[in-house]
């Protein structure tokens, strides 16, 4: 009755592994193809910041996804103790991972209210310096966001780092690099006409409401099949003679 249990978890825990490993190349695939593809579907992503780094996100979600089915499969199917506590080991640290990630976010919940960034932005966010990375990181979110400033416009004012730096320009360069301003860029610099860009809190919370509820079910998913997996994984463990 014992060596059919063992049996039997050693071949769900196989399948289930088998799939994850699929997942990961099918990942890695794709992530692959999106930098090397030579259609021009590369320099689409590389002009998006948001884009090029969702490349990178999927290339390592991909190599971790196939390194587990890889070792869970093999540890499965050759009852490898080495193997199936390699892979216990590694799924155990994903999830402590996940698990310090969302008690930091917890913690310090009150570093992503508006004030806050409004604060840093008005202190740090120099303009055009590409090799600030508070600047930078800035630039890429407004242009990915069709957004200016965390509120509107209206934060880059008289005490505003970047206003002290740049006395002749009202708002950033990224803020007037839009078709629909309706105005030349050079009145946009110099603030003439109101720029009808909004916050880049209101966009960015905009853009991932719709995503928050799915990410927090997947995320639940996701912890719940590492657990299973860390179960499986020990059964096999101790099974083994």
């Not at 990942?27 to 992503?45: A, M």
């Not at 089915?69 to 490898?80: D, P, V």
């Not at 927090?216 to 590492?226: D, K, N, Q, R, S």
Request: aromatic share 14%.
């Amino acid at each position: 009755m014992e060596g059919d249990c063992l049996s039997c978890i050693k071949y769900l825990m196989f399948i289930f592994n088998f799939f994850i490993f699929l997942g990961g190349a099918f990942l890695l695939g794709v992530g692959i193809w999106v930098l090397v593809d030579p259609t021009g579907f590369r320099e689409i992503v590389a002009a998006n910041p948001l884009l090029f780094t969702g490349v990178y996100a999927i290339l390592i979600m991909g190599g971790m996804l196939f390194l587990l089915g890889f070792l869970g499969c093999c540890g499965a199917i050759r009852e490898n103790k080495c193997l199936l506590l390699f892979f216990f080991m590694l799924i155990l640290i994903i999830f402590l991972a996940e698990l310090a990630v969302a008690i930091l976010a917890f913690i310090f919940r009150e570093h992503l209210t508006r004030d806050y960034f409004t604060k840093e932005l008005k202190t740090h966010y120099q303009g055009t310096n590409s090799t600030d990375v508070f600047t930078s990181t800035w630039n890429a979110i407004m242009t990915t966001f069709d957004c200016c400033g965390v509120n509107s416009a209206e934060d880059f004012d008289d005490q505003s780092l970047f206003r002290r730096l740049n006395p002749s320009r009202l708002v950033p360069e990224v803020c007037c690099q839009r078709n629909h301003l309706m105005m030349s860029k050079e009145e946009c610099l110099k603030g003439i006409m109101p720029i009808p860009n909004k916050g880049c809190y209101s966009a960015v919370v905009d853009y991932f409401e719709t995503y928050i509820y799915m990410a927090g079910a997947l995320a639940i998913v996701v912890l719940t099949i590492e657990l299973f997996a860390m179960v499986f994984a020990m059964c096999l463990f101790r099974g083994i003679q």
